[in-house]
């Protein structure tokens, strides 16, 4: 699977973005979706994780209750719309995927990454 992550870019505090990751291939519908963010310096960092099976998700603390993600296997996109966005949330956010039904927040369990995205929050 290949994949392309798209939608980043600067927005003032509170602002909303939504960050799409469009796969190549056919199987996209049964595999799972991560978004990590990454700051220099930093390890890459769980953000949110969808299941192929069922849809389940699951967030990181600090974004839960602000950010969504979804997918529309018609399009073999997955979304994730950020609001309430805060200056710590400044970060390249990559998606990945999985074959596997998970939403590990461990970098080794996603197979396949984007190039990642660059999202800027101003204060």
């Known amino acids: 699977v290949q994949l392309q992550a798209s939608g980043g870019g600067l927005v003032q505090a509170g602002g909303s973005l939504r960050l799409s990751c469009t796969a190549s291939?056919?199987?996209?519908?049964?595999?799972?979706v991560g978004w990590f963010r990454q700051t220099p310096g930093k390890e890459r960092a769980f953000v949110a994780a969808?299941?192929?099976?069922?849809?389940?998700?699951d967030y990181a603390d600090s974004v839960k209750g602000r950010f969504t993600i979804s997918r529309d296997n018609a399009k073999n996109t997955a979304y994730l719309q950020m609001s309430d966005l805060k200056p710590d949330d400044t970060a390249v956010y990559y998606c990945?995927?999985?074959?596997?039904?998970?939403?590990?927040?461990?970098?080794?369990?996603?197979?396949?990454w984007g190039q990642g995205t660059q999202v800027t929050v101003s204060s």
């Open positions: 990945a995927t999985s074959p596997m039904s998970t939403t590990s927040p461990h970098t080794y369990a996603w197979k396949s």
């Open positions: 969808i299941r192929w099976s069922r849809s389940m998700t």
């Open positions: 291939g056919s199987t996209f519908s049964r595999n799972s």
